[in-house]
């Protein structure tokens, strides 16, 4: 029974972890209607920085993972004012393919630096003596994961909910139009939902670093990861991503769990968030909490 | 129809049937024959090494992936990011033949023609398969399936003992009249096969896109509902371009595998999916034409990059890293800058160009 | 305006591009060799290094001209990791007229086989898959092969483990490098190697190897056998620490001891996993830095002479590079001792002559550099390293699995 527990906490953390990794492309999509191809070299730029300021610059951890998450903030950007605000309003594959494009250059950028071809890791700052609980342990740093998750997702719920720029952003992916005749700039939206989507997967790339080690082929999988996580939730859904990314990691820990090793299965924790994806995609396309906005023809 | 047979300065139809003809001029069909026929003779004349013998079929290779990727993305409208797994439909197929019947089946060594063909029509029946989500879905939904596709494909073929797991399956050589086909003439002998290949579907393709066939694609891209209302049938010409796109695609992937002699996993990954749209977009969308111009731009910047980054590593000590990262960082800056000065591509160049010579001497 | 710009600079850079054709003095005779790997795209992080190490050395030979006046040509190029563009790569560098293929990832080597046969031309790739020199003639391995590396760890296991026949698993990835060397294990097992084979584990990105780890720890396993790249076996070194399963002496009850084969290990791995890496043996046929000996002297006397970083200097892919260039030198010197012309047949030739008293010692392996006709796995000793304090070092002296001979 311990081992379906620890399944399930495991699920859950590792869930979290997809939530805040696809956190940034919902963000994205929310607003911009943009699907961010290369969600995963930012998520691996965060952590790069995060790294940089520990390890070289020499700032304590608790200061540098903000900063960093400050820095990609801009970062993003400028990303969206250079490559991304030339193209509103073009057709939805030019906007998939700038993002292509723009992963190849981040790609370039990337291997410029050391991170391209070298492997880091962290200095460790947690306990390592994982947090036992009746047979079912949670180490520090997924614990760390689940915290700044759900506190980021706590954070930016309130943003949207509560805060004047918040609520114009909800309003500019209702309706551009409408939006811009009440005088909200919704380029000036766009740029700040890429800024927030790069603060987000710094954040992921922080704690993805933490666990996995600094491997740039390792964090920049995380952007196609995690694409049906938030196709399961609904693309526009802050609220799916989360409860997507739990049913993901938790249809992942039980599929190794139980199906791998048996009657001669192996890596179907890989390929099982793409056969739902499929399955999702012809019954229900928008997702658990996406918006309806289906037209059959 | 214009006095001049061979030159026509301006727009003289008088009838539908006329503008929807191929050449418009005499000139026009002259210089493509000629064109064609360049292109079969120029082997005979100059002697290029293997390499680039294999550079050249690589792009003849992904001319006709591209041809059917610009029949579903450009001209059908439907965004597709696992066309690299249809080619790899088309591969593995000739693989299944391989490991099945022995790599030195007489259907492969000799009836390849065939094989081609059959692995076309694997290539279609897998398009139509994953088109169906097509009847409901749109835009980037579509496009995520896609890439969904390309994903359990990946997988199933990595997994699969019967597919050797993703390693390379070996295909041998094949026969033709002459005997079989030396290491010395391959890819020469592959550059006049695919090229064949290429001006029967190039002229389909073309000749398609005159016919209601090809027109309702357009019709569908462009608004469904008014489609519909025509009388046409948006799902099902959805999934007809997907099958079409995924004929293309399959027999791309049969002849890839003929011209590397071998089928492994490593040649249909997403990123190659990314490389075909890349060329359809730098070529230009919804262009017949740049089909062609895509694959040539996108494999020649390719090898200057890597001659560049070879020199500056060779002659710019510090630039190690400079070296390593030009490719990645060229091949995006490419797909960026066209997107935004260019977004039709290369065949809008085309386009322009030939309308200058048209009218020249004289200027709008 | 604007167009018209993009022109000008369009035409420019193809100016720039035709003006880039390397120029070469020439003196002596110029050797080409080849080497395709993955400098960027996936295991460039083992690529990147080992291109470092070939280059430099090649370097070092024209520089200090260790072959009088005759210089050797050994142009790099990056494959991506690509099957495809690899062979491209072979193809021009057969239009170059090479003597000597260098080769790296396990996939490309297996596709580009025939071709080496039928060009007849001596091949050392940076992949050590069994399966590589099946039905081939002109494959050499530099060391000894995954297969005999995880049977030499399956034997260590044997030998050192206390009570009853000892459950392993392997922890794999998921490809034609990962999957080398299980077969030959079980084979292993069945010639009577005296272990049990429990489960095997094809890795996907996981983020968590919690259920792996416990279901393991449930079957009864207390070894896992990695053959992959660091990255997942640091995941999976953190989890088991943080799990509290991970074994802190060699097969500790109820524990687990990962071991691994040699892509998994060195400097690399202990970057990624941190202290996690600890108590974690690894098994190659290099050298380390870490350990004083006159291969390491030199390893690092060749990295700073070309002024590479601390880690390409004392990473074991960068000697991995080195040692495949030292060979590839010492055969060319070898032919042109005897007076022969260097072409790829006496090349190979001489290859296979390296044997006997004619072994080579590169300095940068723990034993000796050994081909014949019927073998064609260069260094057959395996050293054993375990990670003590943060760093890897010698837990044996140097040995030869038995078994590989035995399921042959």
Aim: glycine letters at 10%; charged letters at 15%.
């Amino acid at each position: 029974m311990s081992y379906f527990f620890q399944l399930v906490v495991s699920g859950i953390v590792v869930g979290s972890i997809y939530a805040l990794s696809g956190l940034g492309f919902v963000l994205i999509y929310k607003s911009s209607r943009v699907l961010n191809i290369a969600h995963g070299q930012i998520i691996a730029i965060g952590a790069f920085i995060t790294y940089a300021l520990t390890v070289w610059v020499g700032l304590p951890i608790y200061v540098s993972f903000p900063m960093s998450m400050i820095i990609t903030f801009f970062l993003a950007m400028s990303v969206e004012r250079v490559f991304l605000r030339r193209l509103i309003g073009e057709p939805i594959i030019s906007v998939i393919m700038v993002t292509i494009g723009l992963m190849s250059i981040l790609d370039g950028l990337i291997y410029l630096t050391p991170f391209g071809t070298e492997n880091f890791s962290f200095p460790p700052f947690l306990p390592t003596t994982p947090i036992a609980i009746g047979g079912v342990s949670i180490s520090w740093t997924q614990m760390l994961g689940v915290t700044v998750t759900f506190s980021l997702i706590a954070g930016f719920s309130w943003f949207f909910k509560k805060s004047t720029i918040g609520i114009s952003m909800r309003a500019v992916s209702d309706d551009q139009l409408a939006s811009m005749s009440i005088g909200i700039s919704v380029p000036r939206v766009f740029g700040l939902a890429w800024a927030m989507a790069g603060l987000s997967a710094a954040a992921a790339g922080g704690i993805i670093g933490n666990i996995t080690g600094l491997n740039f082929d390792t964090l920049q999988a995380f952007g196609i990861v995690v694409f049906p996580v938030v196709i399961l939730g609904g693309l526009d859904s802050i609220l799916g991503a989360v409860v997507a990314g739990i049913i993901m990691g938790l249809i992942q820990q039980f599929a190794s769990g139980y199906l791998d090793g048996n009657w001669g299965l192996n890596g179907t924790g890989e390929v099982l968030p793409y056969i739902i994806l499929l399955v999702i995609l012809l019954f229900k396309p928008h997702g658990l909490f996406g918006i309806h906005e289906i037209e059959r023809v | 129809m214009s006095a001049n047979r061979w030159l026509a300065t301006g727009n003289y139809f008088t009838s539908y049937r006329e503008e929807q003809r191929i050449f418009f001029t005499s000139l026009d069909k002259t210089a493509m024959l000629l064109f064609i026929l360049a292109l079969f003779a120029w082997p005979l004349f100059f002697h290029v090494g293997n390499k680039y013998m294999l550079v050249v079929d690589n792009i003849l290779v992904a001319v006709i992936a591209v041809m059917g990727l610009n029949l579903v993305t450009g001209f059908a409208g439907l965004i597709s990011i696992g066309h690299a797994a249809f080619v790899g439909i088309g591969a593995y197929t000739i693989a299944s033949f391989a490991s099945v019947l022995g790599a030195n089946h007489i259907l492969l060594t000799h009836a390849w023609p065939l094989m081609i063909f059959i692995a076309g029509c694997m290539g279609a029946l897998f398009g139509a398969l994953v088109g169906l989500p097509a009847l409901r879905l749109k835009h980037l939904y579509l496009a995520i399936a896609t890439l969904s596709f390309q994903m359990i494909f990946q997988w199933v073929i990595n997994f699969m003992n019967f597919f050797n797991q993703g390693q390379t399956i070996s295909i041998d050589r094949v026969v033709w009249f002459t005997g079989q086909v030396s290491r010395r003439e391959h890819y020469l002998f592959w550059y006049y096969a695919i090229l064949v290949v290429i001006v029967i579907t190039g002229f389909a393709v073309r000749n398609l896109l005159r016919t209601r066939y090809g027109r309702c694609l357009v019709a569908v891209r462009d608004n469904d509902r008014a489609a519909d209302a025509m009388g046409m049938h948006p799902g099902l010409t959805k999934v007809y371009a997907f099958g079409l796109a995924g004929f293309l695609a399959g027999v791309a992937g049969a002849l890839h595998a003929f011209l590397y002699r071998g089928v492994g996993i490593e040649s249909f990954t997403l990123h190659h999916s990314i490389n075909y749209l890349a060329m359809a977009i730098v070529g230009g969308l919804g262009t017949l034409n740049g089909s062609f111009w895509g694959p040539f731009v996108i494999q020649v910047l390719d090898l200057q990059v890597e001659r560049l980054s070879e020199w500056a590593g060779a002659h710019l000590t510090f630039a190690a890293n400079l070296a390593t990262a030009l490719k990645p960082l060229s091949f995006g800056l490419v797909i960026v800058l066209f997107l935004m000065f260019e977004p039709r591509g290369i065949a809008n160049w085309w386009r322009i160009t030939r309308s200058y010579v048209k009218l020249w001497p004289f200027r709008y | 305006m604007k167009k018209n710009n993009l022109i000008k600079l369009t035409l420019l850079l193809v100016a720039a591009f035709m003006l880039s054709l390397p120029v070469q003095a020439l003196a002596g005779k110029v050797y080409k060799l080849g080497l395709s790997l993955a400098i960027t795209g996936p295991t460039s992080d083992a690529g990147h290094p080992y291109s470092q190490g070939v280059d430099d050395y090649f370097k070092f030979v024209n520089d200090t001209k260790m072959l009088g006046d005759d210089t050797i040509d050994c142009t790099i190029r990056d494959d991506q990791y690509k099957t495809d563009k690899t062979k491209q790569n072979f193809e021009d560098f057969l239009d170059q007229g090479i003597v000597f293929y260098l080769n790296y990832s396990t996939g490309s080597t297996l596709a580009l086989k025939k071709d080496f046969e039928e060009e007849k031309m001596p091949v050392i790739p940076a992949s050590f898959h069994a399966g590589n020199l099946i039905d081939s003639h002109y494959i050499f391995l530099p060391i000894a092969s995954y297969s005999a590396q995880a049977i030499g760890l399956a034997e260590y296991v044997v030998k050192n483990h206390k009570g009853k026949t000892p459950k392993v698993a392997m922890f794999i990835h998921p490809s034609a490098f990962g999957r080398g060397p299980v077969e030959d294990l079980q084979k292993a097992v069945a010639a009577g190697l005296d272990m049990e084979i429990v489960e095997v584990v094809e890795h996907g990105k996981n983020l968590d190897n919690t259920a792996m780890l416990k279901r393991l720890v449930n079957k009864g396993v207390q070894y896992v056998i990695s053959q992959t790249v660091q990255s997942p076996v640091a995941t999976m070194l953190k989890d088991a620490t943080s799990l509290g399963l991970k074994a802190n002496s060699f097969g500790e009850e109820g524990k687990l001891t990962f071991l691994g084969c040699h892509y998994t290990g060195g400097n690399d791995l202990v970057a990624l996993a941190g202290p996690a890496a600890e108590n974690f043996y690894w098994t190659t046929s290099y050298i380390i830095t870490n350990e004083p000996s006159p291969g390491a002297t030199e390893q690092l006397a060749l990295a700073k002479r070309y002024n590479r970083g601390e880690k390409a200097a004392n990473s074991h892919n960068y000697a991995n590079g080195m040692m495949v260039a030292q060979v590839a030198t010492e055969v060319i010197k070898r032919t042109k001792a005897k007076g022969k012309e260097i072409t790829k047949e006496n090349l190979y030739d001489e290859l296979q002559n390296m044997n006997g008293d004619n072994a080579f010692f590169p300095g940068t392996t723990v034993g000796p550099v050994t081909y014949s006709k019927t073998d064609h796995a260069g260094v057959d000793s395996l050293q054993l390293y375990v990670v003590k304090n943060g760093a890897f070092q010698s837990a044996d002296k140097p040995f030869i699995p038995e078994y590989t001979s035995k399921i042959k």
